[in-house]
């Protein structure tokens, strides 16, 4: 029985409605036109629109909410690895990305 319960002071109810609110506005005309250019947030490559993906600035477990200012669209890549990195190494795979693509 994990109803209720909390992990680390995040509230896992609150956590459940962002993720809600989030799988709504993945139906939303708002977001098909975010992803209906195909350009991911962080990389700023081109993708199909359907591969990519919502993905929160702040995430839910760091208090982020699903509100349009907080998502972005994101290629799997970027998203997976967002997801496994900290927020430090994040910052510096950022770094690199756009270096690189300032250098082509
Ligand atoms: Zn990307």
């Known amino acids: 029985m994990s109803e209720g319960f909390y992990f680390d002071g995040v509230d896992e109810a609150l956590?459940?409605?962002?993720?809600d609110?989030?799988?709504k506005l993945r139906k939303s005309g708002w977001w098909q036109k975010k992803i209906s250019g195909g350009i991911c947030y962080y990389c700023g490559r081109q993708?199909?629109?359907?591969?990519?993906t919502m993905?929160?600035?702040?995430?839910?477990?760091?208090?982020?909410?699903?509100?349009?200012?907080?998502?972005?669209?994101?290629?799997?890549?970027?998203n997976?690895?967002?997801?496994?990195?900290?927020?430090y190494e994040w910052d510096e795979y950022m770094e690199v990305i756009h270096r690189d693509s300032?250098?082509?």
């Open 55 to 78: 993905d929160h600035l702040t995430p839910l477990a760091r208090g982020g909410t699903s509100n349009k200012g907080n998502i972005v669209a994101s290629c799997k890549e970027c």
């Open 102 to 104: 300032k250098e082509e």
């Open 21 to 23: 609110k989030a799988r």
């Open 80 to 87: 997976n690895r967002k997801k496994q990195l900290l927020p």
């Open 15 to 19: 956590i459940r409605q962002e993720r």
């Open 47 to 52: 993708f199909k629109p359907k591969e990519l």
